[in-house]
């Protein structure tokens, strides 16, 4: 189970991730990944963003969420704390 202080962090440092990047180096499930992500956005710490695929193409085969990538909001408040 990751922490939301983890996930937080993790994107903080990165500055702008996808969520495969998040699932391969916490090994966690979409469904828990994604639920801490929403909660991230309602807070206001991240900013959920599409990119548009290279592929030129309208084919369908690949899902919206497949080009999102989330991105930290630069906020005093939300820093995390230094060690």
Partial sequence: MISLIALKKF????KCVNLSLIRQTFGTQQEETLALLEL????GCIKKCFKTPNCATRCLKCTP???AF???VE???HLPASS
């Fill in 11 to 14: 994107i903080a440092e990165k």
């Fill in 65 to 67: 969420d497949s080009f």
């Fill in 70 to 72: 989330y991105q930290w």
């Fill in 40 to 43: 991230l956005i309602h807070k």
């Fill in 75 to 77: 906020h005093a408040s």
